[in-house]
C-alpha cells in the first residue's frame, strides 16, 4: 500500500512564504507524476502545481512566479515552495502522486491534508 504524508503547514502573514513536504511511502515500484492540490471552504479541490518524473512543472495561473514545485526521487518526495503568499492563498493543501507499485498495480493516492492559513 501506497501512502503519502504531508507537512509544513500553518499560520502566516500575507506576504511571507512556507514550504510543504510531501514523503511518498510504501511498495511503489516507480513513481510518475506528483503534485499539490487545495480546497477552500466550500469550494472544489483544485490544481496548484504538478511535476512530471522528467521534471516538467505545471502550474495554476494564480500561483505562477510564487511558488515552485519540486521533487526529490531519492527521498521519495515532493515540495512546495510557496512565496508572497497571499489570503486567498488559505485552503486545505493535498498532496498526490501516481505510479506503479511492487505488484504492477496502478496506484494514485491522496494525503491526509496540511491546512494554510494566511492572514491579512
Known amino acids: 500500500q501506497v501512502q503519502l504524508v504531508e507537512s509544513g503547514g500553518g499560520l502566516v502573514q500575507a506576504g511571507g512564504s512556507l514550504r510543504l513536504s510531501c514523503k511518498v511511502s510504501?511498495?511503489?515500484?516507480?513513481?510518475?507524476?506528483m503534485g499539490w492540490y487545495c480546497q477552500a471552504p466550500g469550494k472544489k479541490r483544485v490544481l496548484v502545481a504538478t511535476?512530471?518524473?522528467?521534471?516538467?512543472?505545471n502550474y495554476a495561473d494564480s500561483v505562477k512566479g510564487r511558488f515552485t514545485i519540486s521533487r526529490d526521487d531519492a527521498k521519495n518526495t515532493v515540495y512546495l515552495q510557496m512565496n508572497t503568499l497571499k489570503p486567498e492563498d488559505s485552503a486545505v493543501y493535498y498532496c498526490?502522486?501516481?505510479?506503479?507499485?511492487?505488484?504492477?498495480?496502478?496506484?494514485?493516492?491522496w494525503g491526509q491534508g496540511t491546512q494554510v492559513t494566511v492572514s491579512s
Open positions: 510504501g511498495s511503489m515500484f516507480v513513481i510518475n507524476g
Open positions: 511535476i512530471s518524473r522528467g521534471g516538467r512543472t
Open positions: 498526490n502522486a501516481d505510479g506503479i507499485n511492487d505488484g504492477g498495480i496502478y496506484y494514485n493516492p
